[in-house]
């Protein structure tokens, strides 16, 4: 069983025989040690696997301001979609190395606060499970109801932890690792005025599609008019990008999830921004490229030939530094209110009507 603890200090970093069993651990925790002290870092929660606790690391890296704007990325809520803290340790790297010379980026950095919880479930990671060491999916455990969910049992089931996509036990609080990146989300988002989250997961089709809210409700999110002009920017300065942008629920409706249950929160109590996404990979264009990959489970959600990962990590570094300068120019292209309603029927027409 699973159980947890948080922390706000600054962690002795963990020693144990983990290497080949959660080599993303392992090098999380070198990069923390490499970054340090401009790189942040603190243990949000502890979570008990059977050789001993692991570690949620939640890290800081650029503008100490409590009132800057936030970039949030967030990857390994499901513990077999290892690319997707694979991708962010990438970039992690990336921005450590680029932060000793590149002065556009320090400057950046001063600017704007980018705060990464990339490893949310260790303890899956490390059995090789989608859901957490409780057998919880952690992408269905939010106390958020869906409107017609759909379809059963992905959409989030009460049954038992032994079927995929198990909400856990009725009026419990949230798991460790769930309440951990709550209560993470939630500091940045009690003073930045402007917070865009990014969480990496894989497995869901042929394209690499971007998702926001609604997954539980067939509705536009309430800033849909900042959503649009942020695509838009993103659809002119690269024209020829991979992505389908589109709210979750145009492919299915699921109970509990996360982003919702934070995106509601924050609506009814804070008039500041919040645009909360989610990337995900197309893991089915690396099975159908090696079709050797759907004898394993662990290859039907990451790319196992070597060039095909590198050009994963590579593929979305776009994005990333898109957003990261979307953040830092968030007052130059959000929509006035005269800009938003036209930015507001444009994506009830490319989205559907609320
Ligand atoms: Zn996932």
Redesign the pocket.
């Known amino acids: 069983m699973t159980t947890g603890s948080s922390s706000s200090d600054h962690p002795p970093l963990s020693r144990h025989d983990r290497p080949s069993r959660l080599p993303e651990l392992c090098l999380l925790e070198r990069l923390i040690r490499r970054g340090a002290p401009a790189l942040r870092s603190r243990v949000l929660a502890r979570v008990e696997d059977k050789e001993g606790w692991l570690p949620v690391y939640g890290l800081e890296l650029g503008s100490l301001n409590p009132t800057a704007p936030v970039l949030l990325l967030c990857g390994g809520?499901?513990g077999i979609?290892r690319i997707g803290t694979q991708l962010l340790l990438a970039q992690l790297d990336t921005l450590l190395q680029r932060l000793r010379w590149d002065l556009s980026l320090q400057q950046l950095l001063q600017q704007v606060r980018i705060v990464l919880c990339p490893l949310l479930n260790p303890v899956g990671m490390v059995r090789g499970w989608r859901c957490n060491g409780n057998g919880v999916d952690l992408?269905r455990n939010a106390p958020v109801t869906a409107e017609q969910p759909g379809p059963w049992p992905v959409s989030g089931h009460r049954l038992g932890r032994w079927l995929p996509w198990y909400r856990g036990e009725p009026g419990q609080p949230m798991e460790t690792e769930a309440q951990a990146l709550c209560t993470l989300v939630e500091e940045q988002l009690a003073t930045a005025p402007f917070t865009l989250a990014l969480d990496c997961?894989s497995?869901f089709g042929l394209r690499d599609r971007v998702w926001f809210p609604y997954s539980g409700r067939r509705q536009l999110l309430e800033h849909a008019a900042e959503l649009h002009a942020l695509c838009r920017l993103f659809e002119r300065s690269h024209p020829h990008h991979p992505y389908l942008f589109e709210p979750q629920h145009h492919h299915y409706r699921t109970h509990g999830d996360l982003w919702d249950h934070l995106y509601q929160r924050h609506r009814q109590h804070q008039d500041s921004v919040f645009l909360p996404l989610t990337l995900e990979m197309g893991s089915w264009l690396w099975v159908k490229k090696n079709l050797r990959q759907v004898t394993s489970y662990t290859g039907l959600f990451n790319p196992l030939v070597p060039h095909r990962h590198q050009r994963t990590l590579r593929r979305h570094q776009l994005l990333l530094d898109f957003l990261l300068r979307a953040v830092n120019a968030w007052q130059h292209w959000l929509p006035t209110e005269a800009h938003r309603r036209h930015h507001q029927r444009r994506a009830e027409r490319r989205w559907g009507t609320p």
């Open positions: 809520v499901h979609e992408m997961h497995g």
